[in-house]
């Protein structure tokens, strides 16, 4: 079981939640650019607490399976990473979103879209 997510809820289904994360990462870099740190803290605002060391490995996987592309620039003396989605990644959202909404539909409002 992975110990990278800690949820306030129950810390023993956490193992359930990585695809949801991957979900959410994906999401954000489809509407905008995303760096490390502000994904951290977007997901901490949904519950996920998760380090940075389980979050910069997963944008790596993201990108290189060609979901994210990366670019880097200086900002003052750092330099900084930001991901963006690429063209597959969004087909990979969409596609998501109906599975998205039927799990939704049967999870959470109790009924099967047919």
């Known amino acids: 079981m992975p110990r990278w997510i800690t949820l306030a809820a129950d810390i023993d289904d956490r193992d359930l939640y990585s695809g949801m994360i991957r979900l959410h990462v994906l999401h954000h870099a ?12 977007e997901l901490a605002r949904h519950g996920y607490k998760i380090s940075p060391g389980t979050l910069y490995p997963l944008l790596h996987g993201l990108e290189r399976k060609g979901y994210l592309r990366s670019t880097q620039f200086r900002d003052g003396k ?37």
């Open 30 to 41: 489809v509407k905008e650019p995303i760096f490390g740190l502000g994904m951290l803290e």
């Open 78 to 114: 750092s330099l900084r990473t930001v991901y963006r989605a690429t063209a597959k990644g969004r087909a990979a959202l969409e596609s998501a979103r109906s599975k998205i909404r039927e799990l939704f539909s049967e999870v959470v409002e109790g009924r099967k879209l047919v």
